[in-house]
């Protein structure tokens, strides 16, 4: 590594100007735009459902409610709305620690968000095999049927 003229920036070999870890490691992460409408709209809702639990405000709720209700392309939204919410309570119950959702206007995503948008994303593919190895590091034991059911019906709204 080398510095650059002025001698107070590092630099590579290649003269790019270095970031510190937790910008590399942000760089490095999703954020919201990386995805298809679908999988927005279910981020989104994630969130709101998430914050619904965490803060036990039913407000969250009926926010979840109105956003897929105003969300294009989405034919039946209280079922959207209902397996969004089955997955979360899935995972909230087989999960050795709480999970970390931004909030619903946040652009980026958490570590956690970005394990299940992949959830997702594969079972929208249809790779069941696939799909199942990735549960298995999501939740804990015993929630794994559970889990890959609730993508997958999810995936398929």
Known sequence: MMQDICGSVPV?????????????????????????DFCRVALSLLR????????GASDCWEAAYRFADEAPGIADSPLLVARVAALVRILRSGSPCELCFMPPSCRRLSK????LMRLLAVAR???PGELESIVCQVVGPGKEDAATRAVNALALC
Request: hydrophobic content about 40%; charged content about 25%; aromatic content about 8%.
């Open 112 to 115: 956690d968000e970005t394990e």
């Open 12 to 36: 590579t070999e290649a003269g790019q100007p270095r970031l510190c870890p937790l910008q590399a490691a942000l760089a490095a992460r999703p954020d919201v735009e990386s995805y298809d």
């Open 125 to 127: 593919r249809n790779q």
């Open 48 to 55: 709101f459902i998430a914050a619904a639990y965490a803060t």
